[in-house]
């Protein structure tokens, strides 16, 4: 039996008819299925058979409905990443050229970072003001070892101040203007830096040669220091502040102890300025120069007392006619003495700082009116030359 010949082969159903069936039967499930998803239900959290009946059909149905969709995709990726895989290997070796760029960058940065935050957290005893700045120029030869930094005197500089690093001292300044400032190194064949050794507490001269690592001289004492001893500024001169890490000793191959320099482990670009004076200076010299104030007046030194020194006496002259000058000597009467007039106040000056008064002025007249009258003591004094 052929399939045409089949029961079913004379069976005829209208097409109008079917799919009016079709969207009357989904209609009513969709109904269905809004009438039991309505709020008012959520709310009561009841969930209705016809709902649960539907999501445990729907679940194997949708799974496999899905799968042809979801091997479509991932076949189409699958192909498209086979044919692009060579413009997307060069544009992963793009990125990941760009990507070391940025890491050398991130690196640099992380250095500096770390550099720049060991060398603002660098702490004196007792404090020092300072001021950070950035080496702009070096400056090396046989006779010169110095650099350039971009701070000057508008920041507080000065000749003299103690350079330093995030590792330990650098030099000093020894030039400034304003926006730079020149440093002296410690190998500079110029340097000369007072330090101790921190075992022994043994006094030194650091002397730079030149070289990199600068020679100890004119210490004292039996084997005051081995290899290995730390260096730390002494701070003898009042020229830098002491304990300011300097180096390590060392054996030199001419035989003489060197210093290996703390600040030359790094590159010398970040410094810090410590805008130092000696200890010693740090009074104000202004209120030291200053007058002090007298004492308080009291009542024997309210009003100085002003005490004119007698005039010379003169020789005795005879007595003369009324017109006599001032300062001649009138001859004394009934066994009087003789009693010398004041020379006029110009002839003699008093010998106290004390202003001249009006007295010797009218002391001088008054001889002159007496020279014509002498005048007597009276009877009854019982000391002869006690008069006016």
Known sequence: MSYRDGPFNDLKVPITW????????????????????????????AYTTGKKVFDAADRPVSSVTAAPARWTGAFGGFLSDYLFAVSENRKLKKELGEMRQWRDVAIAQENVNRRLSSLLGMKTNPPIPMVSGRVVLDSRGPYSNTRLANIGAEAGVAVGNPVVNDRGLVGRIVGV??????????????????VLVDRTDARAILIGDGGPNPRLAYMRGQNPVKAGDRIL?????????????VGVAAKGLDGQWRVRLYADQAAIDFVRVLKFQDFTKLVKLVELDRPAAPPPLTNETAQPAIVLAPPKPLPAAPAAAPSAQPGV????????????APAPASSQPPRSSAP?????????????????????PPASSSAPGNGN
């Open 18 to 45: 079917t799919a009016a069936i079709a969207v009357i039967v989904a209609g009513v499930i969709a109904a269905a299925l809004l009438l039991s998803d309505r709020r008012e239900t959520l709310q009561t959290e």
């Open 356 to 376: 001249a008064s009006s007295k010797p002025a009218a002391s001088s007249a008054k001889p002159a009116a007496s020279a014509s009258k002498p005048k007597r």
């Open 233 to 245: 500024s002494s701070g003898d001169g009042g020229v830098i502040p002491r304990g300011l890490p």
């Open 329 to 340: 000597i009138l001859a004394p009467t009934s066994g009087q003495p003789a009693q010398p």
């Open 177 to 194: 203007t304003n926006g730079a400032s020149r440093i002296l190194l410690l190998t500079d064949i110029a340097s000369r830096t007072p």
